[in-house]
């Protein structure tokens, strides 16, 4: 990086932090991105008069509001909820909901953020969002999320729409709390519209739209692997998490040959070094979708395997690693540890899974090392085709949509070494992914004038 870049980037932070205290994650995302994008940002001096950066970084909108519900107990809870319009440039603003109790401005501004990009590299027309609750669903029955969602959409409805902006699911929201909204939206605003996406078969949702975003990860590795002649056959991978993106990561990671043996979630982690198979990830998807339970439980079922109470599993042999749980999840002494024990390809389910410390250890050492906002586009790539078929009023076959979303990941992936590969032949997938996602937003800003 130039001087001129480096004082670039050390002024853009400054300006960051000081309109955007106290939130870690977002200056994180937007540090990540800055470090990307200060070389070309210099080289290309409209980017710096037309201000593209500062307000890529500045929200279109954010709307906070109250969530009233009653639980079940007839007692008045109160939540609060978010959304996070980031951009809009080259599309309604689209991406998920979370709903965790640690949801804050700052985790949904990073996230809304890092959306702006990866919904750029999907090819598909989608500006950024992201929003949620500090509400979290565990331990609720259906009844009271159910009450809860009503709650949230009856004044998310407002703000959104097919043309304006199109929730889905994140952490905490699937299948069920979509149908829920989905169900107050329709009611309130008397329109059957394709206003969030992640929707149930019968109703307007895509086919593949619940496997996406762990088939696209894998498809993701299968490229990276094969920039090394390689393949995920005959590989042991470790994945993080237990929810919709690890499960089906671990399903299409099978099936392409390769052993998962660890799986998580926020209690701990289960060691399987037989592999979890289809029968076995069946056994999860029971514990997790249908009885809400803890990962725990599936030692009682496989005893030859081993749970790890409050640790992570990044201390396990492999080859592979997907992390497809949370923020942050990866730090420089796990990295350290993935390293030692001889891992050489990381790529992210989660959203921003790994620390900064973590990612130069990776990159500093060659290994294959993908950002979540290319290696997870998958998700919102498939959410972007359930607006089309929602438009055009008809459903592909999940063979049709798998193909679409299988040739999505590898340009992706293409454009990724496009604009991420250095002199020496190493690809930085970061740089990649931020360039390229950049370049399409930043014209789209510049062509549509100062707004
Ligand atoms: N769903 C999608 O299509 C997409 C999701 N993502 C990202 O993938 C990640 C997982 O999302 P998804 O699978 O949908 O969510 P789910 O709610 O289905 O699953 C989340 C999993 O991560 C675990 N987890 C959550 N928070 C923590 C934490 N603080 N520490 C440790 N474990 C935690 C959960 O454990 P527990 O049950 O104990 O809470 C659970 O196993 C997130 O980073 C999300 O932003 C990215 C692209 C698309
Ligand atoms: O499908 C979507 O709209 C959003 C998916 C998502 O939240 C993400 O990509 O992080």
Redesign the pocket.
Known sequence: MTKQAEKFLDDFMVRIVAKNPGEAEFHQAVREVAESLAQTIVENPIYEKMKILDRIAEAERIIIFRVPWLDDKGQVQINRGFRVQMNSAIGPY???LRFHSSVNLSILKF?AF??TF?NSLTTLP?GGG?GGSDFDPKGKSDTEVMRFCQSFATELQRHIGADTD?????IGVGGREIGFMYGQCKRLRNEFTGTL??KGLDWGGSAI?PEA?GYGVSYFVEEMLATRGDSPAGKIVTISGSGNVAQYACEKMTALGATVVTMSDSSGYIYDADGIDAEKLAHIMEIKNIFRGRIADYVKEYPSAQYFAAERPWGVKCDIAIPCATQNEISEEDAAKLLANGCFCIAEGA?MPSTPAAIAIFQSNKLLYAP?KAS??G??A??GLEMSQNSMRISWTPEEVDSKLKSIMRNIHSRCVEYGTGEDGYINYVNGANIAGFRKVANAMIQQGVV
Request: avoid cysteine; glycine fraction near 24%.
């Open positions: 689209k991406g998920g996230l890092e959306q990866k989608m992201k199109v929730p889905a699911g994140d996406t992640g739209r975003t959203n979540g997870n586009a998700g919102v498939t959410s």
